[in-house]
């Protein structure tokens, strides 16, 4: 018997979800039957079973590799895939300080001011450091391709790593990156500059990336590791 939470709404078919903790969530139109309900899951059981060990096996991995956030005075901010150690003082101006070794937070008196200074310092870096010198090793690696040189736009996200508009010639990247190392975020950039070949996720499109990316797997699976979009992103 497999254990799984069911919510009713108002839909033609069951869905099916595996939580980041492992339990199974069935969506079911109303007025569907418990036995209706317990044979979907059980038609679907290989798979269940499969997600669920991929779902425990990743947790544990972030148990163990995972960055993470602590904003107070003596804690911790993720940057570039290690972790730095964080000082806040409430006196002063509010503002952020890079040291190369530290970061230092003034004007501080809650941890909301500590969160807004921690994403500030993300943007800027991104906007001004990361993502230009970056921007010249993709386009030297794609320079075979026919590419425009679009706008990039760092935006806090929960569902993605990055957005590529086409027609708009514009990359959003995830504020959150800043965390991940930096091959991640160069895996992620391609990515979303082979977009403008195919905007879309087919075939062709992995097999373009796989053939200017080829560890894109393993970074793909090291960023979901480190940075777990669910924690951050709250």
């Known amino acids: ?33 418990k036995a209706a309900v317990e044979d979907a899951v059980a038609r679907k059981a290989g798979w269940i ?23 107070e005075d003596g804690g911790e901010i993720a ?4 972790q730095y150690p964080l000082e806040v003082k409430d006196a002063g101006k509010r503002r952020w300080q890079w040291t190369g070794e530290c970061l230092q937070l003034f004007g501080c008196t809650q941890k ?26 993709v386009r030297r690696q794609l320079e075979s391709l026919s590419l ?31 965390m991940a190392p930096m091959a991640c975020i160069h895996q992620v950039l391609v990515h979303e500059y082979l977009h403008f070949c195919q905007n879309n996720h087919s075939s062709e499109f992995y097999a373009l990336l796989e053939h200017f990316e080829p560890q894109y797997r393993q970074l793909k699976h090291t960023l979901s590791v480190m940075v777990d979009l669910n924690t951050v992103s709250q």
């Open 1 to 33: 018997m497999i254990d799984y939470e069911v919510t009713y709404k108002k839909v033609k078919h069951i869905t099916l979800h595996i939580d980041r903790d492992g339990t199974l969530h069935v969506t079911a139109p109303y007025g569907l039957s």
């Open 49 to 71: 079973a499969q997600h669920q060990e991929q779902t425990r096996q990743l947790m544990e991995e972030r148990a163990q590799q995972g960055l993470c956030n602590r904003y």
């Open 79 to 82: 940057y570039l895939g290690k």
């Open 112 to 137: 909301a001011h500590c969160c807004q200074l921690t994403e500030k310092f993300y943007r800027q870096q991104l906007s001004e450091t990361i993502l230009p010198d970056l921007d010249k090793q």
């Open 148 to 178: 425009p040189q679009p706008q990039f736009i760092v935006r806090k996200m929960r569902g993605s790593w990055g957005v590529c508009y086409s027609q708009q010639k514009k990359i959003v990247i995830n504020l959150w990156l800043a």
